[in-house]
């Protein structure tokens, strides 16, 4: 008997058909490459065309501007059927829920109709560019420098860590404006690649997702006009930033809670067929116990993440509450798939098994995004 999921309260109908044609996608066109794109570091550029015309991209965006028109709820479907296939290399999530909407909430009319169709049909690849060699998650001490000459910003400096950072055909890059400043000096600035002085440099060699093309990037006299700043002004970056980081953790805690899943599904299904001493594993009573334990984490992270849905499809999770939201389902994730790999004894040790491939996957859950110390200070900043 697989694992018992609850059905979550935001389902309707619609969403159950979506799911289909979104599970289907990520059977046919992710799970037969993982290997593939493993030895690649990147998935094939084709695969962002491909999700553009079954109608997989720009999916909560208006279809005034070539979106899908639907909301968060669709976006998280997606999120966990590429979950559940586990597949962690395609950077749909950054596409789709962070940088589609950064220039929705932030960027000028002209070029929301420019670029929001392109992100619509997979024409251009999305990424956005905070992190640098020397800053984390202090966004105040970025040192990315764009200084404005007439009608253009003229930008120095690097990043990294940057998913999708291959492909990008655009980035929304985290700057300095006003390097005194502090927060009210940060700025963000859409970078075509296209653009002279834009160089990508190594894609990053990780522990887990190493199908995804994370990379740096580097910006030697990159000249943008001034009209791709975002916001109306100079130094509303960290403001902006602040106001999209909440669904940003909320995506990742969808991700979390359906490998976490998909993982207690697995071991359920090896422990039952696997033998040892002459009877199944499933019939120990530590790996009861151990299994019992790990079907309510996912239960409680099921039940606590479909409340954060409901609340930002309502417009009312807050950044407590996303914090909150990444910190539990981040941490149990990573206990649970720990524990799970111990179940597989020496085969979860082996990258042929999915849960290997899980267990270093989400490892860096507890770090982008915010860290997990990180979450703990934010929570504690309401308290």
């Known amino acids: 008997m697989p694992l018992q999921i609850q059905r979550s309260s935001w389902l309707n109908t619609e969403l159950d058909d979506f799911r289909q044609l979104a599970k289907s ?98 024409e251009f690849v999305g990424a956005v560019a905070m992190t640098e060699p020397g800053t984390g998650s202090d966004l105040q ?50 970078v075509p690649t296209d653009t002279p002085g834009f ?7 990780k522990v887990g997702l190493r199908a ?17 700043l975002l916001g109306d002004q100079e130094g509303q970056g960290f403001i902006q930033l602040m106001q999209q980081l909440p669904q940003e953790r909320l995506i990742i805690a969808v991700t979390a809670v359906a490998g976490l899943e998909a993982a207690v599904e697995q071991t359920l299904a090896y ?36 409340q954060c849905i409901e609340r930002h499809l309502r417009g009312e999770l807050d950044v407590q509450g996303a914090a909150m939201a990444k910190l539990w389902t981040t941490e149990r994730v990573n206990k649970v798939i720990d524990d799970c790999v111990q179940l597989f004894g020496g085969y979860g ?15 860096i859950s507890r770090i982008f995004g915010g860290t997990s110390e990180i979450m703990k200070d934010i929570i504690s900043r309401t308290l």
């Not at 970025?142 to 000459?149: G, P």
């Not at 160089?199 to 060699?205: E, M, P, Q």
């Not at 082996?350 to 490892?363: C, L, N």
């Open 25 to 122: 996608f990520c059977e046919n066109e992710l799970k037969p490459h993982q290997e593939r794109w493993i030895a690649a570091k990147q998935v094939d550029r084709e695969l962002w065309t491909k999700a553009g015309e079954v109608g997989l991209l720009a999916l909560s965006i208006p279809e005034s501007y070539g979106g899908g028109g639907g909301t968060f709820a669709h976006e998280t479907v997606l999120y966990e059927e590429q979950a559940r296939s586990g597949d962690g290399g395609w950077g749909v999530s950054v596409h789709n829920g962070i940088v589609a909407h950064y220039l929705l909430a932030y960027a000028s009319e002209e070029r929301k109709k420019e670029w929001l169709p392109k992100f619509a049909s997979g």
């Open 141 to 190: 001490g970025i040192k990315t420098r764009a200084v404005r000459e007439g009608d253009e910003y003229v930008i120095n400096g690097a990043k990294t860590f940057i998913t999708n950072g291959a492909h990008a055909d655009l980035v929304v890059v985290a700057v300095k404006t006003d390097p005194d400043g502090g927060a009210k000096g940060v700025s963000l600035i859409a």
């Open 199 to 205: 160089r990508r440099g190594r894609v990053l060699d």
């Open 212 to 228: 995804q093309d994370t990379a740096e990037l580097f910006f030697d006299d990159v000249r943008v006009p001034v009209a791709n």
């Open 271 to 306: 422990t039952k067929e696997r033998t040892a001493f002459g009877r199944p594993i499933f019939g120990f009573q530590n790996t009861k116990f151990t299994l019992a334990e790990a079907a309510t984490e996912a239960a409680v992270a099921r039940a606590f993440l479909d």
């Open 349 to 363: 040790y082996m990258m042929e098994y999915p849960i290997a491939r899980a267990w270093a996957d989400v490892r």
